[in-house]
């Protein structure tokens, strides 16, 4: 089933982002911009616990980190999760895959790009998007965790925002998983080594933030965090 939450292509983010418009216009593009979290609201409002799983669309299905992400899905299915991801390819593909094959539910919440991303083939429900900011907010909104697997400039956006809301108080004992170790070995390295020394981020501000190539490991730091902070 597929759902658009969002407003026609000719009054999405690209136009509203481009530079000042007439003010009607723009008063016409925040009211869409309304429908579109409404939309989401109404298509997301009854999928119950919720992970959502973030990572590249490039990743194929012979590929480690695919072959990982499948697992996930799986296992977080079978502990009574919902598992949303983006929709698409690759990484997405194989955690929607995992939570179809082990009978649990599978969520795409899509971004309309240019380009057409086509989801995939182990969706329950489908909805889609133009505006970033209102997607981010129905995950955040939706999801009582996420795990981050390797990917790229979108998937860093994903984390980095909703690592923002956890430092800074907006949202509490949010479980953030890194599955990939190596792959994030030099991100982490740069957070604990230049940032936290230069003094623009402190260890310990953003709690629940485990890296981990375990699949159990992640399931159950999840269930720890997410099952008891109510």
């Known amino acids: ?13 690209e136009a509203l ?7 009607l216009v723009d008063f016409d ?22 992970v959502t799983v973030f990572g590249s669309a490039r990743f194929q299905e012979t590929h480690r980190y695919y072959r990982m ?4 899905g799986g296992a977080l299915a079978r502990r009574g999760y919902t598992v949303m991801t983006g929709g698409g390819p690759g990484i997405m593909e194989a955690a929607n895959r995992g939570a179809r094959e082990a009978g649990g539910r599978s969520i795409g919440c899509n971004i309309v790009l240019p380009y057409e991303q086509k989801p995939n083939p182990y969706l329950d429900r489908t909805i889609d998007f133009d505006y970033f900011f209102v ?13 981050l697997m390797p990917g790229g400039y979108g998937t ?25 170790r190596d792959y994030w070995h030099g991100l982490f390295e740069f957070i604990s080594q230049t940032m936290f020394r230069e ?17 159990e490991e992640a399931c159950a730091h999840i269930d720890r965090l997410a099952r008891t902070e109510g």
């Not at 089933?1 to 983010?13: F, N």
């Not at 992400?69 to 996930?72: S, V």
């Open 199 to 215: 003094g623009c981020a402190e260890e310990g501000e953003v709690g629940g933030l485990l890296i981990t190539d375990s699949v």
């Open 69 to 72: 992400a499948r697992e996930l």
């Open 156 to 180: 860093l956006d994903e984390i980095f925002e909703t690592v923002t809301l956890v430092q800074t108080g907006k949202i509490r004992r949010f479980p953030i998983v890194a599955m990939g």
């Open 1 to 13: 089933m597929t759902e658009s939450a969002g407003p026609p292509h000719s009054l999405t983010e």
């Open 135 to 147: 997607r981010k907010v129905m995950l955040v909104k939706y999801s009582l965790a996420f795990v």
């Open 17 to 23: 982002l481009r530079g000042s418009d007439d003010l």
């Open 29 to 50: 593009r925040a009211y869409r911009m309304f429908q579109e979290f409404v939309g989401g609201c109404r298509a997301l409002f009854d999928i119950g616990p919720t």
